[in-house]
């Protein structure tokens, strides 16, 4: 049976094939298999010795798949017997640099046959090639990309991306360090107190997520012991900052992200699910009792040309309707119970209180509590709902009946071991997004879209003055300038083209122009179809021909 050749890419899946089809020695030839490499194969006047054994005929030699090896396993495995082979000569001048061959294969030591191809290697340096670690020898490898391809149809035009470059200013870095206390602080609150306690010798600047840290200098030595007190019960607590390396800028994806959540917070926008608003350009629309806040919704990624941000404009439906409005609507309507009709209507709902701007998640009603009802806070001052809203935030509430809504907070207290839950005022709650009742009315999306639907000039706009008010925000700055990020004000051009207009074919040869809106719905009423099909049967799909 021959094998076909050229199978698969040569990697552990052919090594493993290949074993598999080499037959196994059967009893007593693995002793003269020994005793014949021993003599050497060339030898062709060593005495064999002979066994008393009864002789036993050797089997037919299988045809053995060589493969053209260029998986990840054969490269690293050929990098790391290159080490081991002799030095190739040093290369002459005018001869072009010949790559190191594996005995018994074709394929080059320092590269795949498939876009990549070994370096030159200069001859003061190839003896020492041959015993690098096989990383360093990976490094030299280059990767042939493919050319790019452009179209020539249609018309260019000069075009922006919402891609805005950041850059690191020279002489900062991002340093990352290992810390562990002695003894092992399992609350993660703990940890933060613990380390803020060393801002002398760390410094104010610092993103910390409670194993690793990250600082915009480099401390003084690689292991740096300090001591700190515990939050408790004030025992001693040794902490311990261990250097572990000098990242990339392309490696601080989730890092810069986290610093960007920050100036977006010192701009003083809201937080609403994953993005941010201003709440002071909002606009109104009375006719609906909505609310529109414009907003952002920004990314940090790596590119090609390094690290971007990616800018986009958008907008957050809010209601001027409190809960407490919508409960007594639903009071006034409902068919069925009033509780089920509130439940279903406001459980899992997203509100905003707007004495902090700060939006929860419906979790619960409590039809059981009211304003009236008092709680003790942190500090161990006890206060009803009424005091605490007129003494923080000098609110009065009206209405001393109405239930409270729970919400649960996700992050967990690991000291008490519950969850930290939170009592809102209906009255003091604002609802935010629209009914499927709002989405179906016409007049609401029309309104809604006049705002929400901005131009390409327009955007650009929006985005440039969003980068401008960054650095106008003396917060947001010294955020940047601390870490020593820059984000350029420009964004990134490209090369565009706009093709012609597409000819649409109907019956009788007539020939419509899509138009720059690609719209022909007209000219579909208007005109004969190239072939009609009769619909004998409306229920069978598989009866239309």
Known sequence: MTTPSGIGRGGRGAALLKAMQSSLPRPGEAAAIAAASSTGASSSTAAVPVSTQPSVPT??????????????????????????????????????????????????????????????????????????????????????LPPKERGKDGMNIPLVVNHIPIRLREGKGI????????????????????????????????????????LPHKLHET??????????????????????????????????????????????????????????????????????????????????????????????????????????????SARGGFRDECQKALIGCVILTRYNNKTYRIDDILWDENPLKKFTTEAGREYSYMEYYKNSYNLDISDRQQPLLLHREKKQREVEGKTKMLCMIPELCYLTGLTDDMRSDFHVMKDIGAHTRVSPTHRQFTLTKFVKNIYECPKAKEILDSWGIEILPSFIPVDGRVFKNETVIFGNNVRVSAGRQADWLKETSNSRVLRAVDIDNWTDRKSVV
């Open 175 to 214: 340093y990352e360090y290992a810390v562990m206390y002695n003894p092992q602080l399992d609350n993660r609150d703990f940890r933060f107190k613990v380390l803020n306690q060393q801002l002398e010798v760390i410094g104010r600047t610092r993103n910390f997520d409670g194993a690793k840290l990250y």
């Open 59 to 144: 089997p037919a030699v299988r045809p053995t798949f060589e493969p053209t090896s260029v998986g990840r396993g054969f490269l690293l495995a050929s990098l790391t017997k290159a080490r081991t082979d002799v030095a190739a000569p040093p290369v002459r001048p005018g001869d072009s640099p010949t790559p190191t061959v594996v005995s018994g294969s074709t394929t080059p030591a320092y590269g795949f046959s498939r876009g990549l191809r070994p370096t030159s290697v200069p001859a003061s340096s190839s003896a020492s090639a041959s015993t690098s670690p096989p990383t360093k020898q990976l490094e030299r490898l280059q990767i042939e």
């Open 223 to 332: 292991t740096t012991v300090l001591y700190g007190e515990h939050p408790v019960d004030q025992s001693r607590i040794e902490v311990t900052i261990k250097f572990i390396r000098e990242q990339q800028i392309t490696e601080c994806i989730h890092h810069f992200n986290v610093l960007f959540r920050r100036v977006m917070a010192a701009m003083d926008l809201v937080k609403i699910g994953r993005h941010t608003f201003d709440p002071r350009g909002s606009v109104s629309i009375p006719r609906h009792k909505l609310e529109l806040w414009p907003g952002y919704i920004t990314a940090i990624q790596d590119f090609d040309g390094g690290l971007m941000l990616l800018a986009e404009v958008s907008h957050r439906v809010l209601r001027t309707q409190t809960v407490l409005e919508l409960m007594a609507d639903i009071h006034h």
